[in-house]
């Protein structure tokens, strides 16, 4: 197998960590954050896409 190493931009990819409790309502509400992944259960995912308007 082959591997191809490669780089992004800094604002390309940044890793936060926190207590949810701490950070998590900012982080999904907060008009500067284009984007969120994250590792959790359905109802995570669903909590998450309720805060942000996303409807599935």
Known sequence: M????????PE??????GWPKDIGDEMITNDH???IT???GVSVG??????TGYKW
């Open 46 to 51: 669903k909590m998450i896409a309720a805060k």
């Open 12 to 17: 390309m990819f940044q890793v936060v960590t």
């Open 38 to 40: 994250f590792t959790g």
């Open 2 to 9: 082959r591997r191809t190493s490669f780089s992004l931009p």
């Open 33 to 35: 954050i284009d984007i």
